[in-house]
């Protein structure tokens, strides 16, 4: 039963790509239905392996040994990944609906969404570690053709060439590491590893720890490589959505929680973990409290938080870390789907333009300010719960204070651009004149869901707990029942500090003017921030070095036939020469 | 001088292959090119029958070969089609001109 | 003693063939070289390639370059070759000393095996997949030469699209 369930989760959405791009543009209608149905049917199959989540199963499929079995293994962190994939996916499909009507090319769109989606449920079921690099390579291309999809738009494909680069130097860690593994041991197994990571010798755990730690920074937007976030903004939102906020850049956290119980005895990897989530969380809040557009200040969220979870995981606290991912999908989404409702009504993406969108879009104004409460980490919704487990977290296990202090005040500050944001669109005089218009009836549809989420999700926290530590012995997770983790996250000191302190950012935005005197006082601070700190010039200096020497290699491809015969020749005898000499 | 009869034929055969590959080195007219595979193909289908002598099993060797004959045939035909396709669209067979096919 | 002779015959065809100026006389030489390569193969106990060898050879692809000689004009093209004579000879020989090195010391090692049954019963029985593909390629190869040597159908005027946008 679990094999053909993980393999309708796969194969559906790959299926449905195919349909909907046969279908042709000249039928869009039937482009939207095939799309949705396909996607709702995989977001089924997912919710339907959950319960196979709690027993160990392998799920074989043999293809004859040279690169391993292709195993999937349907535990408790992929399946609930593989759920979010799914359910979000068909979200965001629902909403595509009223967001790209009219537009054209429909057919590469949805094909590259569903084949999105398929990799990605891939690539956190299955246990063989150069499978998984084969998908985070799909995942990658898929982003990076959705990210150009309006590939008339130069700023649109140049966001797109970085993000593919930037993400490559990841997917190349990921394959340093599946080669040190498969030469030290002889197979991809990620399971028997985990459970004894002691296979590998000291040396070669520490290339492999420090090359999935680059592979994880690079897909999940961490520093130093987090500057190919926010240019991926130039996607459809839905994508953004999708891709840069629910699924794709968490395949970076979910390997860092795979492998931790094998990383964790590496010496300096963790404390390099903490530093790196730590380090993104600082910097992308501070941007975030410049920006003016409104999809960069969320991408500059979804870094921040992010990297919350990455700093979880470096501090032991991997159940806390993939509770934060949960809500953190669920509200992202939430606010980046708002985010479009907003855009697809106003036509533009600049905050400055915006202001009293309230009055004309009631329920969008709704949705959207739920999302922001999660995410500034006010109690009841699910972003509190979580973020407090990550700080407690924090606090355990010995690690260092100081990097506990920083994040709280991250938590501050995120409080404050998340009601900057708001305010600048939703309340306030109208700054321009828009014509603005409430979400279509399919945008409704795709919101709706995701606040109910918003405001339940934490209830599942005990559940959670138990599939996580049933079926990953590895990771040692304690299982407590739903309400003692709620009474203890309440009772928590931390937790009354770190509500102190998003008050205290609440108040910073609404006194703004009487704290004007400060904001003049950081303008350099704020001008190094709109430059991202110099880490977009060296994004841009590698993006440009890679084409240049692209364009330079191309003049050895003379396309003469003498040059090539001659080419073979001499690769032939330098073939011949190595086994004379070898032989010999 | 006594060689051997597979020494001398192993000499055919090089010669052949390689006379082919000097030519696909140096020259620059399409045709000369199919001439150049021609010669190839021969060696190969020399070489695959001696491999037949040797081990006395000539019959497979013969039915391996007919394989190459009947591929190489296949080849030069369609090679020759597309130099006449060639020669009427762009206008000529140098293969220097040729490097790009867009027009 | 023949075997030898046949040997220098058949590389001075081939050699003629690629230095000859004139297209046609090249191809005959070819037809030469198939010729011989027929002779060898018959001598070497292989009656049946050699036979085909002769008609398909130097039959059926010399008749074809004639043709597509015919078609294509005799175009005159300057010397100037691309790579210098001296290295493609260097190269060729130094692949061909490598080559020998490793051949000519096992050539006359090798021992009879077994054998399998006549020449009938292999081509049809044993490799029937080669027969098979053999004769999908002789159809792909008469459909590809009718495609490319059709006339070129005349271009439709761009219609306006009727419908939707």
Redesign the interface.
């Given at each position: 039963m679990a094999e053909t369930l993980i393999l309708l989760t796969i194969g559906l959405p790959w299926l449905g790509a195919l349909l909907t791009w046969a279908a042709g543009d000249?039928h869009p209608r039937l482009q939207h239905t095939l799309a949705v149905a396909f996607s709702l049917a995989a977001g089924m199959a997912a919710l339907l392996l959950i319960p196979f989540g709690k027993d160990q199963i392998l799920v074989t499929f043999p293809v004859g040994g040279a690169f391993g079995d292709f195993t999937f293994s349907p535990d408790g962190l992929g399946v609930f990944l593989a759920a979010i994939a799914t359910v979000i996916g068909s979200l965001a499909v629902i909403f595509s609906v009223d967001y790209m009507r009219g537009e054209a090319q429909l057919g590469r769109y949805y094909a590259f969404v569903l084949f999105f989606i398929g990799a990605m449920v891939g690539l956190v079921l299955t246990t063989n570690l150069l499978l998984m690099f084969v998908f985070w390579e799909i995942t990658a291309l898929t982003s990076y053709a959705l990210i150009s999809f309006h590939n008339d738009d130069p700023k649109a494909v140049a966001g797109g060439i970085k993000a593919l680069i930037i993400t490559q130097f990841g997917g190349l860690g990921l394959l340093i590491g599946a080669l040190v593994l498969f030469s030290n041991t002889g197979s991809y197994d990620i399971l028997t590893f985990i459970n004894n990571p002691a296979v590998l010798p000291a040396g070669a755990l520490a290339w492999m720890a420090f090359g999935c730690l680059a592979a994880a920074a690079a897909k999940s937007a961490q520093f130093p490589f987090q500057t190919w976030l926010p240019d991926a903004m130039e996607a459809p939102t839905p994508i953004s959505a999708l891709i840069h906020a629910a699924t794709m850049v968490n395949a970076g956290v979910y390997l860092l929680a795979r492998f931790f119980p094998a990383f964790e005895g590496v010496p300096g990897w963790r404390e390099a973990v903490m530093a790196v989530g730590m380090l993104s969380a600082l910097l992308a809040a501070i941007m975030a409290m410049v920006a003016t557009d409104l999809k960069r200040v969320l991408a500059y969220s979804t870094v921040s938080q992010l990297g919350y979870m990455v700093f979880a995981i470096g501090a032991g606290g991997v159940f806390a870390s993939q509770f934060h991912l949960l809500s953190h999908s669920v509200f992202k989404a939430l606010l980046f789907l708002g985010a479009g409702a907003v855009i697809h009504a106003v036509g533009t993406r600049d905050m400055r333009e915006m202001g009293g969108l309230g009055q004309k879009m009631p329920f969008v104004r709704l949705v959207f300010v739920i999302g922001a409460l999660a995410l500034a980490g006010l109690p009841i919704l699910n972003g509190f719960w979580s973020k407090e487990l990550i700080l407690e977290a924090g606090l355990e296990h010995g690690n260092p204070l100081w990097m506990l202090i920083i994040m709280l005040v991250v938590s501050g500050l995120t409080a404050f651009y998340t009601f900057r944001m708001v305010w600048l669109v939703f309340y306030g005089q109208p700054r321009s004149e828009v014509h603005a218009h409430d979400a279509g009836t399919a945008m409704k549809v795709a919101l709706a869901p995701l606040a109910l989420g918003t405001l339940t999700t934490w209830l599942l926290a005990g559940s959670f707990a138990r599939l996580l530590s049933e079926s990953l012995p590895a990771h040692e997770i304690a299982a407590h029942p739903t309400a003692e983790i709620l009474l203890e996250v309440v009772t928590a000191p931390v937790t009354w500090v770190a509500l102190l302190v998003i008050g205290l950012g609440l108040l910073a935005w609404w006194q703004r003017e009487r704290l004007m005197g400060i904001s003049k006082a950081l303008t350099g601070l704020k001008n190094l921030a709109l430059n991202s700190f110099g880490f977009e010039a060296i994004n841009r200096g590698v993006v440009l070095g890679m084409q240049n020497s692209a364009e330079k290699l191309r003049d050895t491809q003379?396309?003469?036939?003498?040059?090539n015969?001659?080419y073979l020749?001499?690769a032939?005898?330098l073939v011949?020469?190595v086994?004379?000499l070898g032989v010999g | 001088m006594t060689l051997s009869i597979p020494t001398i034929v192993t000499i055919i055969v090089l010669g052949l292959i390689g006379i082919g590959i000097y030519a696909l080195l140096t020259t620059r007219h399409l045709i000369k090119v199919i001439v150049a595979l021609q010669l190839l193909v021969k060696g190969a289908m020399l070489a695959l029958v001696l491999a037949g002598y040797l081990t006395g099993q000539q019959d497979l060797g013969q039915s391996l070969a007919i394989t190459v004959i009947i591929a190489d045939t296949i080849v030069a035909v369609i090679g020759m089609a597309l130099a006449v396709q060639v020669r009427r669209v762009i206008g000529t067979l140098d293969l220097r001109s040729l490097t790009s096919l867009r027009r | 003693m023949l075997h030898a002779l046949i040997a220098a015959a058949t590389l001075v065809c081939a050699f003629q063939a690629v230095r000859a100026a004139r297209l046609l006389v090249s191809a005959l030489w070819l037809a030469g070289a198939s010729a011989l390569v027929a002779l060898e193969m018959y001598l070497l106990g292989a009656p049946e390639i050699a036979v085909i060898e002769l008609s398909v050879g130097a039959g059926l692809v010399t008749v074809l370059f004639v043709f597509a000689i015919n078609l294509t004009g005799e175009e005159n093209l300057d010397a100037r070759r691309m790579m210098p004579k001296p290295l493609a000879w260097g190269l060729l020989f130094v692949a061909a000393a490598l080559l020998l090195y490793f051949i000519l010391p096992e050539i006359n090692q090798i021992a009879a095996g077994q054998v399998f049954g006549n020449f009938t019963e292999i081509f049809w029985e044993d490799r029937q997949l080669d027969t098979l593909l053999q004769i999908l390629m002789i159809f792909s190869g008469v459909l590809g030469v009718l495609g490319l040597l059709s006339e070129q159908v005349a271009r439709r005027p761009l219609t306006v699209k009727e419908h939707g946008k």
């Open positions: 000249q003379t396309g003469m036939l003498n040059w015969v001659a020749l001499i032939l005898i011949l020469a086994l004379a | - | -």
